[in-house]
């Protein structure tokens, strides 16, 4: 459907989004937890909470019933935060980003764990996210977490609707990433 016709998710299709391509690049399995609108500190759009209040629910609602971790372990977990975010105090920013980091390891101890800029950031907001993320790995790293790694987008991609990449952004962003992984894995 075009941009602007029926409703928003109209131009929404996460089976089409980046994180499934890359999953089928590498003929991997794939879980995605995703929520438009969503931050790690700061949500836009009126949402009240943020991924670290939701991640471990089965519906993405604080009111929804737990997600059994068990049930699903993946060698690599990919987090996409910060554009919702927008630029914040970074003490505040990476605080949160390595709680939230640490509480992912809890639940998957032997997963790598990759932290990504948004492929839609502009050159300010990127620039802020390539701070927070390289700051968030130090201290990661330095906590001995040898598993945590950052992928930095080499460009902004966001010529589908109302700023997000279009499909065709989605397989180049996809094509970025199955890279980075391939050799992060080594295969």
């Keep these: 459907m075009p941009c ?3 409703v928003w998710q ?7 989004s980046y994180g499934p391509r890359v999953a089928r690049t590498l003929n991997a399995q794939w879980q995605l937890t995703a929520y438009s609108g969503i931050g790690l500190i700061h949500s836009c759009c009126n949402i009240k909470f943020t991924m670290p209040d939701i991640f471990d629910r089965v519906n993405l609602q604080q ?15 990919t987090m996409c935060l910060g554009q ?3 630029i914040q105090d970074s003490t505040t920013f990476c605080t949160a980003y390595v709680k939230f980091i640490k509480d992912v390891r809890g639940r998957y ?7 990504l800029t948004s492929p839609m950031g502009d050159t300010k907001l990127t620039t802020a996210l390539k701070n927070y993320i390289s700051g968030v790995e130090a201290k990661l790293l330095e906590s001995g977490d040898r598993k945590v790694s950052h992928y930095f987008f080499s460009k902004q991609y966001h010529a589908g609707c109302d700023g997000h990449p279009s499909l065709e952004e989605h397989q180049l962003i996809a ?3 199955s890279g980075y992984l391939k050799k992060l894995k080594g295969c």
Excluded at 63 to 77: A, E, R
Excluded at 109 to 115: D, E, F, R
Aim: glycine share 8%; no cysteine.
């Design 4 to 6: 602007g016709k029926g």
């Design 10 to 16: 109209d131009q929404h299709n996460a089976y089409m």
């Design 63 to 77: 009111d929804s019933l737990q997600w059994d971790f068990k049930k699903y372990v993946p060698d690599v977990v």
């Design 84 to 86: 919702n975010d927008g």
């Design 109 to 115: 101890p032997k997963a790598n764990l990759v932290m």
């Design 175 to 177: 094509n970025e990433l």
